[in-house]
């Protein structure tokens, strides 16, 4: 073997060698990315289950607040009752509007269609906070108080825009031969979507409900500016109402007070359990639905 | 779509008297989108009009570039919150994005395809876990945490550049930075994985057959087709990161200055508005803090159109490629 062919084969060794050394790099790195991001995680459950387990009771869940925050004992029934109230509310508003304005988009289109579209984008794209004023100026100044109907109709206006690109992702996904197949038995439009593309896109748009409601029960900022919260027991929609997010924010504010500081571990954990239910709930049913291959 | 017969055969179809409930159809849809549009659109208006005293007060660059945030003497600028809002996202952009990256990376080009949706799915609940509770968790464990950290580069590094001095309360932008990475890693990272499992397969595997490595498949592959799909993952990223409110607010220390180091308080748009508003009862702080939410609102719009821009850029891409 000559000299130069040596010396080229050298060569290639070495960057051979540099290029697997590379990869290695590059493998440790994305695994030490994924432990750095997984930290966090471990330690919040550690931290809310070593902390808020010892709030946790029955009482805890079926009675109020005591109304000074620096107070022992009480529990969290109002601040449970009025999340489901509004969250209720704002899925029962948000899931037909959504899926209508999906459908919409899909069988109308033009111009109205691209402008509802865009109007979808930009809400989807807003931060809850400015949700929470605009819901403010429209509804809290309107009618002179903060009250759990506005606090729904702010939660509803985050939850939209999920639903909406969910269902209308699935809709877009809807076998064509399907559609043509409805149109050459003469179907009606509305029997079309009815009978056939909806059901046939619903285990999805069920997820991106789920998906929407996980979102929504967490949400806090836009409460501030209309339910407010409160200490109390009601079941008034019109009056101010107190919410889970809402009460742990106020409390933990008051951290400094250890009543108030383990009333918020206590209500944070049972608000991330209510929220992990319905965030895997909706990854089960979407998993379920995908044909097996694909799972 | 159908020309000639097929066009003739629709219209006589639709001549038939039952069709005309699909008229019905149509019109409800069309009133259920006006019904929605029109109160949104009518939404920001009306927030608009409520902040009009601070605009004829102040003029838009006024309150824009004002430096001073006083409420008991009626002054108003929002500077040092637009300050706030960039530093905290930058520092939570500049943990964030690697990581997110990497782990997408991991996720599509390493992990065996068994366990691929299971770590998926754990990266994402990093991003179902509600605001209020990293705020929680944040206040609690992680400002204590950061502490010595920071009392270590200010003793050190800090004493040369003032951007990195102390003192070291905790609550800072830097502690606010490093709750808003984490809690947007997820959202870059399944974006990102999107992206990345879009990657033609012939390519990969061509690159594999000449005796390529992974990280020569990614580098030559899958990086290069999905540069602008990432940038608008980063982007989108960027845009929640503007947006997060309440955890920031509980962990940034709410001083209503521009601070001269990280580890200074602060405050960012959103967190200031969630800060003051139940207690503004000052002449025109109300509609101030509300002025500062449509200064938020454009620049999140702004980012939101830019991550649109860039990811119509990025299915064009595709397409040609594959």
Same mark, same amino acid.
């Given at each position: 073997?000559? *000299?130069?062919? *040596?010396?080229?084969?050298?060569?290639?060794?070495?960057?051979?060698?540099?290029? @697997?050394?590379?990869?290695?790099?590059?493998?440790?790195?994305?695994?030490?990315?994924?432990?750095?991001?997984?930290?966090?995680?471990?330690?919040?459950?550690?931290?809310?289950?070593?902390?808020?387990?010892?709030?946790?009771?029955?009482?805890?869940?079926?009675?109020?607040?005591?109304?000074?925050?620096?107070?022992?004992?009480?529990?969290?029934?109002?601040?449970?009752?009025?999340?489901?109230?509004?969250?209720?509310?704002?899925?029962?508003?948000?899931?037909?509007?959504?899926?209508?304005?999906?459908?919409?988009?899909?069988?109308?289109?033009?111009?109205?269609?691209?402008?509802?579209?865009?109007?979808?984008?930009?809400?989807?794209?807003?931060?809850?906070?400015?949700?929470?004023?605009?819901?403010?100026?429209?509804?809290?100044?309107?009618?002179?108080?903060?009250?759990?109907?506005?606090?729904?109709?702010?939660?509803?206006?985050?939850?939209?825009?999920?639903?909406?690109?969910?269902?209308?992702?699935? *809709?877009?996904?809807?076998?064509?031969?399907?559609?043509?197949?409805?149109?050459?038995?003469?179907?009606? /439009?509305? /029997?079309?979507?009815?009978?056939?593309?909806?059901?046939?896109? *619903?285990?999805?748009?069920?997820?991106?409900?789920?998906?929407?409601?996980?979102?929504?029960?967490?949400?806090?900022?836009?409460?501030?500016?209309?339910?407010?919260?409160?200490?109390?027991?009601?079941?008034?929609?019109?009056?101010?109402?107190?919410?889970?997010?809402?009460?742990?924010?106020?409390?933990?504010?008051?951290?400094?007070?250890?009543?108030?500081?383990?009333?918020?571990?206590?209500?944070?954990?049972?608000?991330?359990?209510?929220?992990?239910?319905?965030?895997?709930?909706? @990854?089960?049913?979407?998993?379920?639905?995908?044909?097996?291959?694909?799972? | 779509?159908?020309?000639?017969?097929?066009?003739?055969?629709?219209?006589?179809?639709? /001549?038939?008297?039952?069709?005309?409930?699909?008229?019905?159809?149509?019109?409800?849809?069309?009133?259920?989108?006006?019904?929605?549009?029109?109160?949104?659109?009518?939404?920001?208006?009306?927030?608009?009009?409520?902040?009009?005293?601070?605009? +004829? @007060?102040?003029?838009?660059? !006024?309150?824009?570039?004002?430096?001073?945030?006083?409420?008991?003497?009626?002054?108003?600028?929002?500077?040092?919150?637009?300050?706030?809002?960039?530093?905290?996202?930058?520092?939570?952009?500049?943990?964030?994005?690697?990581?997110?990256?990497?782990?997408?990376?991991?996720?599509? +080009?390493?992990?065996?395809? @068994?366990? /691929?949706?299971?770590?998926?799915?754990?990266?994402?609940?990093?991003?179902?876990?509600?605001?209020?509770?990293?705020?929680?968790?944040?206040?609690?464990?992680?400002?204590?945490?950061?502490?010595?950290?920071?009392?270590?580069?200010?003793?050190?590094?800090?004493?040369?550049?003032?951007?990195?001095?102390?003192?070291?309360?905790?609550?800072?932008?830097?502690?606010?930075?490093?709750?808003?990475?984490?809690?947007?890693?997820?959202?870059?990272?399944?974006?990102?994985?999107?992206?990345?499992?879009?990657?033609?397969?012939?390519?990969?595997?061509?690159?594999?057959?000449?005796?390529?490595?992974?990280?020569?498949?990614?580098?030559?592959?899958?990086?290069?087709? !999905?540069?602008?799909?990432?940038?608008?993952?980063?982007?989108?990223?960027?845009?929640?990161?503007?947006?997060?409110?309440?955890?920031?607010?509980?962990?940034?220390?709410?001083?209503?200055?521009?601070?001269?180091?990280?580890?200074?308080?602060?405050?960012?748009?959103?967190?200031?508005?969630?800060?003051?508003?139940?207690?503004?009862?000052?002449?025109?702080?109300?509609?101030?803090?509300?002025?500062?939410?449509?200064?938020?609102?454009?620049?999140?719009?702004?980012?939101?159109?830019?991550?649109?821009?860039?990811?119509?850029?990025?299915?064009?891409?595709?397409?040609?490629?594959?």
């Amino acid at each position: 073997m000559s *000299l130069s062919a *040596l010396a080229v084969s050298a060569r290639l060794r070495s960057t051979s060698r540099s290029r @697997r050394a590379k990869d290695r790099a590059l493998e440790v790195c994305a695994w030490a990315s994924l432990i750095v991001a997984l930290i966090p995680l471990v330690a919040i459950s550690l931290f809310l289950v070593s902390q808020g387990i010892r709030s946790l009771s029955l009482e805890f869940l079926t009675s109020d607040p005591p109304g000074d925050l620096s107070a022992t004992g009480g529990g969290i029934r109002n601040a449970v009752v009025g999340t489901l109230l509004m969250t209720g509310l704002a899925t029962l508003i948000a899931v037909p509007t959504a899926i209508a304005l999906a459908v919409f988009s899909r069988e109308i289109g033009g111009r109205v269609a691209t402008s509802v579209r865009f109007v979808v984008d930009v809400l989807a794209g807003l931060p809850s906070i400015v949700v929470g004023i605009f819901v403010y100026s429209l509804v809290v100044v309107a009618t002179g108080h903060f009250s759990g109907f506005a606090g729904a109709i702010a939660l509803a206006v985050i939850e939209l825009p999920v639903i909406v690109v969910a269902t209308d992702e699935l *809709l877009r996904l809807t076998d064509r031969r399907i559609d043509e197949g409805t149109r050459a038995l003469g179907m009606l /439009r509305w /029997r079309s979507f009815l009978s056939v593309f909806i059901p046939t896109a *619903l285990s999805g748009i069920i997820t991106g409900i789920m998906l929407a409601v996980s979102r929504a029960i967490g949400e806090t900022a836009p409460l501030i500016f209309t339910a407010l919260g409160n200490n109390f027991f009601t079941l008034d929609m019109n009056e101010p109402i107190q919410a889970m997010p809402l009460l742990i924010y106020r409390n933990a504010l008051n951290s400094a007070f250890p009543a108030a500081r383990d009333r918020a571990m206590g209500t944070a954990l049972v608000l991330v359990l209510i929220v992990l239910a319905f965030n895997l709930l909706g @990854r089960w049913i979407a998993r379920r639905a995908r044909p097996a291959d694909q799972r | 779509m159908t020309t000639g017969p097929q066009a003739h055969a629709i219209r006589v179809l639709r /001549r038939r008297p039952g069709l005309n409930q699909d008229g019905w159809f149509r019109l409800a849809l069309r009133g259920v989108a006006i019904l929605v549009v029109v109160p949104i659109l009518w939404m920001m208006v009306d927030t608009f009009s409520v902040t009009v005293p601070v605009w +004829e @007060r102040f003029g838009i660059p !006024g309150f824009v570039t004002g430096l001073r945030w006083a409420p008991s003497f009626t002054i108003y600028g929002a500077l040092p919150f637009i300050y706030g809002t960039l530093l905290t996202s930058a520092i939570a952009m500049l943990i964030a994005v690697p990581v997110a990256v990497l782990i997408a990376l991991l996720i599509t +080009e390493i992990l065996p395809p @068994r366990i /691929r949706s299971s770590v998926a799915v754990t990266v994402d609940l990093l991003a179902a876990i509600p605001s209020v509770v990293y705020g929680l968790w944040g206040l609690l464990v992680l400002v204590p945490f950061l502490r010595p950290f920071e009392q270590a580069v200010a003793g050190t590094v800090g004493k040369v550049v003032p951007f990195l001095a102390g003192p070291t309360p905790g609550p800072s932008y830097f502690a606010a930075g490093v709750v808003v990475s984490i809690m947007i890693v997820p959202i870059i990272a399944a974006l990102s994985r999107e992206v990345f499992a879009a990657t033609p397969r012939l390519q990969r595997e061509a690159v594999r057959a000449l005796g390529g490595t992974r990280w020569d498949v990614i580098r030559t592959v899958v990086l290069p087709i !999905g540069r602008s799909g990432v940038l608008a993952a980063v982007i989108l990223g960027l845009a929640r990161a503007i947006g997060e409110t309440i955890a920031v607010t509980m962990v940034i220390g709410n001083a209503p200055k521009i601070g001269a180091s990280i580890f200074s308080p602060g405050f960012t748009l959103a967190s200031v508005i969630a800060n003051e508003f139940n207690e503004a009862n000052q002449e025109l702080h109300p509609e101030a803090l509300i002025a500062l939410g449509l200064v938020l609102l454009v620049i999140s719009v702004l980012v939101n159109g830019l991550a649109i821009l860039v990811r119509q850029r990025f299915a064009r891409g595709v397409g040609r490629v594959a």
